[in-house]
């Protein structure tokens, strides 16, 4: 497996490794002359019903998701809307869902059998084509630009890559959207206030470079609902730029509200610190730290969570540790509270 | 039909349009960019792989800023240049451009000590985050520095006429919402064209899916002259499969931290062209390397769609990997990276050519009509050199302001525009689909007027696209009628703009009798100097096409010969 070694060198990309090592298996699935089928789900747009249409397309030397839609308009169906500009993984239009997960059309080799539909988590304009709006308005409701607290010093101005390592990663993002129709939280839609995986990367671009004011960053988290991330890593996984979109984007912009904006971090410092007391989480206690005695008033929920087990008043009262606590206390320290 | 009013109305939002509009919003005249795809997600500026260094920057020695120069006059415009604008332009890269990209906020890559990593040699030059990939930060940031400073946008909206007064001066655009189907029209005291140069008019072509030489057909039907139409650049080693990534480069500039650079290797695995040992200037080795495969392709060792192959064999994956995103493409294929080369092709890439300018005010020659960028004809590549046009043109607007006087277009104008827009989407002939007859026409211009010419192929493609104007236009069939996102609408529209501009550029194939860089005229082959180095100019008269000449003024640099065989000609 001399191949797959070479493609799991130290530079590839983190966050495609779980895919990576198929790669070769994928690019070599099918040959010249063999025939795809296809079926895309269309539809005339918001609110009209969805048609699913098959069509045969025969299978070109190392033929990309786009090409088979190339070959299906200029053949079978003329009128397929899809949209694309560049070709090459750097205008980020392309994205659809094939056979369940986001891909980048113009980067991902077609399957023997493929469904594809429109991303989701976007209004569909028609057939593949999804309207960008709710997105883009939502990064730029985050203000994600640079602004120094104090002048610029002239170019070449001091910067290291070691301080730009997290915001380099970020600006390989081409808001292909990817990421954002993969989200679970952003599924919730209106329940939560999470701006998403894809606005957070473009914020993370200058939150995350040293040459910005704190102030200001801190004045864009508080717009971004980031705590509502589960960390669930589908962002990542679906990411076809390769970013380690919770591990150096997410993550570092989490630690960076919790410093500067600490009201935000609430239940997550709770939690630290219960975990710190007591070496696990207890629910009964994050509940009251959270919530404050406020949830004693909600007693269905309280009678529904102690019939489940997840609550032991008994446990929170006495406050009573595990085994893990001197260990969890050494790791996490007491935090701020 | 919605009516918008704007100072001045910006077609293109790639490195000329956005930096023009920002140049005008800060100087308190009102833009609006309109644009066919997204703003800083269309076009060739997006492609930008590293920007060259000018003048003294980051350490250059002066004979590396008389290098700079002396590549962007020899080999990237073959003398065919304003060399005082070029002048103008070295100096304001140099004191302008990288402060005012860094201040906004582009990420000039840095070592982990804090240096600007260059690429070395004669010619050197830096990144925006990652070598091969600069024009994505670059135009991204263009994008939010739009949004940020409230500039409008049009999106996913095609121009489709430029709108005249009574006196014939520019003053608005029509235009269709590509999402909506809705019909706009554009009202302004002045049209910037700033639509690129990298049209998608051959079957293998570097440009965006939506550059269909709307800009140079919408100027051209307005009354601008048109220059050096012929003069056509090729990539010399893109991804030859799949289709879909014809415009993915094995980049073959020096690379950033290496003393390194991709190879080339023809059919019998005889290395023919690697940029660090055969290119004089090493920088960006396009014509010398198109020269070195045409001379595989005449030995029967490579073809120009294919046959020979390029990478990065010679080197270590780390020290690729470290600055450039260069190994992406054998990696996402699946193939050992650095060890396997990858078969590659010529691709159609920039038109030196395009709209006639006065370059100290990027006036065409209509009144109202500015250019900006790659449509113009006076020079070719390098996104530092299209966004100076941005200042450039808005500057030449805000001189002109006084003299700008809003005058409504015509109201005929506006209704012939909509009835044959209708028309375009009602059209229900026998005939094939718009996008056939755009492929038809790909065909013909890769068959017959590729990258080597001579009389009796452009002769027949003349008569092809005669053909395909008058019969397959009129003849094209939808299969739907839509008004959303109606691609096929869109195509149809496209295709008349590059029947048009194809046969522009045949013409002045014909008319340029001399082969020059890498315009090869097979019954012409010498590069001539005497009689050729100018400007070939085209411009309407009557029905047809008038063609003048008009020479090259040689401050700076001369070619130093009169006549000499192509092929021998190191640029």
């Not at chain 1, 040959?31 to 609110?47: E, L, M, Q, W, Y």
């Not at chain 2, 489709?160 to 029509?174: E, K, M, P, W």
């Not at chain 2, 080197?315 to 060890?339: H, M, N, S, W």
Request: net charge positive.
């Amino acid at each position: 497996m001399a191949v797959t070694a070479t493609i799991l060198s130290p530079a590839s990309r983190q966050g495609q490794i779980e895919r990576a090592d198929t790669l070769v298996q994928r690019n070599a699935l099918l040959t010249p002359g063999d025939t795809i089928t296809v079926r895309i789900k269309r539809s005339a747009g918001a609110g009209a019903e969805g048609r699913e249409q098959e069509f045969a397309v025969p299978y070109q030397k190392w033929m990309r998701v786009l090409d088979a839609l190339n070959w299906i308009a200029e053949n079978d169906a003329t009128d397929l809307a899809y949209r694309w500009f560049c070709g090459s993984k750097m205008c980020g239009t392309c994205a659809v869902r094939m056979n369940g997960r986001e891909v980048l059309a113009c980067w991902e080799a077609v399957e023997p059998q493929m469904t594809i539909e429109p991303l989701r988590n976007l209004p569909v304009v028609r057939d593949l084509v999804v309207d960008r709006s709710p997105y883009e308005n939502k990064v730029a409701s985050l203000e994600p630009w640079l602004r120094r607290p104090g002048d610029y010093a002239g170019f070449p101005e001091p910067l290291s890559h070691k301080q730009m390592k997290n915001a380099s990663k970020a600006l390989d993002c081409i808001s292909c959207m990817c990421c954002y129709s993969a989200c679970p939280v952003i599924r919730l839609g209106g329940l939560t206030d999470f701006a998403g995986p894809a606005p957070l990367v473009q914020l993370g671009q200058t939150a995350l470079d040293p040459r910005n004011d704190p102030q200001r960053i801190a004045a864009s988290l508080e717009r971004t609902g980031i705590f509502n991330c589960v960390s669930c890593y589908k962002c990542e996984e679906v990411c076809p730029a390769g970013i380690p979109i919770v591990s150096q984007i997410i993550e570092p912009l989490k630690a960076k509200a919790a410093a500067l904006v600490p009201a935000m971090a609430h239940h997550a410092f709770a939690v630290r610190a219960i975990v710190a007391a007591r070496g696990r989480v207890d629910p009964g206690a994050l509940v009251l730290r959270v919530q404050g005695w406020r949830a004693l008033l909600r007693l269905r929920r309280i009678v529904r969570l102690l019939v489940r087990g997840k609550i032991s008043p008994l446990r929170t009262v006495l406050a009573i540790k595990t085994a893990a606590a001197a260990p969890a206390r050494r790791i996490l320290g007491r935090g701020p509270s | 039909m919605r009516r918008i009013k704007t100072d001045v109305a910006i077609i293109g939002g790639g490195a000329a349009g956005c930096y023009a509009a920002l140049c005008l919003h800060k100087q308190g005249v009102a833009p609006l960019i309109i644009c066919k795809g997204l703003v800083g997600k269309s076009g060739a500026s997006l492609f930008a792989g590293n920007l060259v260094i000018s003048g003294k920057l980051l350490g250059n020695t002066d004979e590396q800023a008389r290098n700079t120069a002396e590549f962007l006059i020899k080999y990237h415009n073959q003398f065919l240049i304003d060399q005082r604008w070029a002048r103008r332009c070295g100096e304001w890269i140099e004191s302008v451009y990288y402060p005012e990209l860094e201040e906004a906020g582009l990420y000039f890559r840095r070592d982990d000590s804090g240096n600007v990593v260059t690429s070395p040699g004669k010619i050197r030059s830096v990144a925006a985050n990652m070598q091969g990939n600069s024009g994505v930060p670059f135009m991204d940031l263009r994008r939010k520095q739009i949004i940020r400073a409230g500039i409008p946008r049009l999106e996913e909206t095609v121009v489709t006429a430029l709108l005249r007064d009574a006196g014939g001066a520019v003053c608005g655009a029509f235009c269709l919402d590509v999402l909506s189907g809705e019909y706009l029209v554009v009202e302004a005291k002045a049209v910037i064209m700033a639509t690129g140069y990298s049209d998608r008019l051959h079957k293998r072509s570097t440009g965006t899916r939506e550059m269909s030489a709307d800009g140079i057909a919408m100027a051209w039907r307005a009354g601008a002259a048109l220059v050096n139409m012929e003069m056509q650049w090729w990539h010399t080693n893109d991804i030859a499969h799949p289709p879909s990534w014809q415009r993915m480069q094995v980049y073959p500039n020096p690379m950033l931290g290496s003393e390194k650079s991709a190879r080339m290797v023809n059919s019998a695995g005889e290395e023919f062209f690697n940029q660090q040992q055969d290119d004089p200037l090493a920088f960006g080795p396009y014509t010398v390397q198109l020269k070195a495969l045409a001379k595989q392709v005449h030995a029967g060792k490579a073809r120009y769609d294919g046959g020979y192959f390029a990478g990065f064999d010679n080197c270590d994956a780390e020290e690729v990997d470290r600055y450039t995103t260069y190994g992406k493409i054998y990696r996402q294929l699946g193939l050992e990276f650095p060890k396997t080369l990858v078969e590659t092709a010529v691709t159609s890439h920039y038109r030196q050519g395009g709209i006639d300018v006065d370059t100290a005010t990027m006036r065409s020659t209509v009144p109202g009509l500015y250019v900006a960028g790659g449509a113009g004809g006076h020079s070719n590549g390098l996104i530092a050199l299209a966004t100076f046009d941005g200042k450039v043109v808005a500057d030449g607007i805000v001189a002109d302001f006084a003299g700008l006087i809003s005058k409504p277009p015509g109201e005929i104008e506006i209704e012939i525009e909509r009835r044959r827009l209708d028309g375009l989407r009602a059209t229900s002939g026998t005939g094939p689909a718009p996008v056939i007859v755009k492929e038809t026409l790909r065909d013909i211009m890769w068959d017959k007027v590729g990258v080597e010419k001579d009389k009796g192929g452009l002769d027949a493609a003349l008569e092809e696209l005669s053909h395909i104007r008058s019969h397959l236009l009129p003849d094209m069939r939808l299969s739907n009628g839509g008004l959303r996102a109606n691609y096929e609408w869109l195509d149809a529209i496209d295709v008349v703009n590059m029947v048009d501009v194809c046969e522009l550029i045949v013409q002045s194939s014909l008319e340029r009798k001399e082969s020059r860089g890498p315009f090869f005229r097979t019954d012409f082959p010498d590069t001539d100097n005497r009689e050729w180095l100018v400007a070939n100019v085209l411009s309407k008269s009557g029905n047809g096409i008038k063609f003048q000449r008009r020479p090259y003024e040689l401050p700076y640099l001369e070619p130093g010969f009169e006549r000499k065989a192509n092929m021998e000609v190191a640029w």
